[in-house]
C-alpha cells in the first residue's frame, strides 16, 4: 500500500528547544560557533541538516536566513531579501535535481500560529523519500485576482484558496530568477503583519515547482476553520476585490 502520511517521531519532537513562546529558551542559531551539519554558507545565511530530524523518511535541513534573531522577511533590506531567495531557491532546485527524493519542500513558519518552533528567522528544505507533494498541488490554487505583474512576476489574491479565506500567490517561470518575484512576496507578508484587516502575528510561505513555474503561497494563519478541520471545505470570503484594491492603493499607487 503507498503511503500518504508525514511519520513523526515524537521521540525526537519533545527534545526540540522552542522560543517562540518560551523566550527564556537560549536560541539555537544565534551560537554560530555551535552549528554543525553545515551544507551552504552566504554570509549571515546558513544551510545546515536539521539537528532534530523528527520526520521519518526524509532528509531535513534548515535554512537560517540572517544572523539577526529579531529581524524578520517583510524588513529585511532588498539586497538581503534577494541572497536569500536566491540562495534558498538554488538550493531546493540542486536537491530536487538529484533526483534521490520523489518531492522536495520548500516553506517558512513565523508566528506562534506558524507551527513553528524557533522564533529566529528561518526556512526548511525537506527531502521526501515516498512521498510528492506535488500529487495535492495544482495551478488552480494559484489562480485568483492579479494585484500587480511585471519582469514575468505576478502578485495574485487567490479565489480558490487551498485552505480557505486569504492566501496571496506569487509566481515566476523556473527559468530564471526575477526580483520582482521577491518584492511581491515581502510584500503580501509585511501587509499580513501591518495592515491586515484581522489583527494577525504569524503567517507562513510555501514553495511549490510545477510545470515550469515557481509560486509561493502566503498564508495568514489564524486558529483553522473547523469546517476544513472537518470536512476539507476551503471557504471564500466575500470582500477580495477590496482587498486587492486595499494592496494596490498601499504598495503600488504611489
Same mark, same amino acid.
Given at each position: !500500500? ?20 518560551? /523566550?527564556a ?12 551539519? *553545515? ?5 549571515p545565511?546558513?544551510? *545546515?541538516?536539521?539537528k ?11 535554512l ?13 533590506? /532588498?539586497?538581503h ?11 531546493w532546485?540542486?536537491? &530536487? ?17 506558524? $507551527? ?17 507533494? #506535488?500529487?495535492?498541488?495544482?495551478? &488552480? !490554487? ?7 505583474? $511585471? ?5 495574485i489574491?487567490s479565489?480558490?484558496?487551498?485552505v480557505?479565506?486569504y492566501?496571496?500567490?506569487?509566481? !515566476?517561470p ?17 501587509y499580513?503583519?501591518?495592515y491586515?484587516?484581522? #489583527? ?11 510545470? $515550469?513555474?515557481i509560486?509561493? #503561497? ?13 470536512? $476539507? *471545505?476551503?471557504q ?10 486595499? *494592496? /494596490? ?6
Open positions: !500500500m503507498e503511503n500518504k502520511h508525514l511519520h513523526f517521531n515524537t521521540s525526537i519532537g519533545v527534545k526540540k528547544p522552542e522560543s517562540i513562546r518560551n /523566550k529558551q537560549a536560541c539555537p542559531f544565534c551560537d554560530r560557533d555551535q552549528l554543525t551539519g *553545515l551544507i551552504a554558507v552566504d554570509g545565511i546558513i544551510l *545546515l541538516k536539521n532534530y530530524p523528527v520526520l521519518e523518511n526524509a532528509y531535513q535541513t534548515v537560517i536566513e540572517t544572523d539577526d534573531c529579531h529581524a524578520e522577511l517583510s524588513t529585511y533590506s /532588498k539586497e531579501l534577494h541572497r536569500l531567495i536566491r540562495f534558498g531557491i538554488k538550493h532546485l540542486e536537491m &530536487e535535481e538529484t533526483k534521490e527524493y520523489r518531492s522536495v519542500i520548500f516553506f517558512k513558519n513565523h508566528g506562534p500560529l506558524s $507551527g513553528g518552533t524557533i522564533a529566529h528567522p528561518h526556512m526548511q528544505i525537506i527531502g521526501l523519500h515516498d512521498l510528492d507533494y #506535488k500529487e495535492k498541488a495544482s495551478h &488552480e !490554487m494559484f489562480q485568483g485576482i492579479v494585484i500587480d505583474e $511585471g519582469e514575468g512576476s505576478r502578485l489574491l479565489t480558490k484558496p487551498r480557505g479565506f492566501e496571496f500567490n506569487i509566481e !515566476m523556473d527559468s530564471s530568477y526575477q526580483e520582482r518575484f521577491s518584492e511581491y512576496l515581502q510584500i503580501a507578508v509585511h499580513i503583519l501591518n491586515f484587516p484581522f #489583527k494577525a502575528n504569524s503567517y507562513n510561505v510555501f514553495f511549490h515547482h510545477l510545470d $515550469g513555474k509560486y509561493a #503561497k502566503v498564508v495568514p494563519r489564524f486558529v483553522t476553520t473547523p469546517l476544513y478541520i472537518g470536512y $476539507g *471545505l476551503p471564500v470570503p466575500n470582500n477580495l476585490e477590496w482587498m486587492a484594491e486595499e *494592496l /494596490k492603493r498601499i504598495y503600488f499607487c504611489k
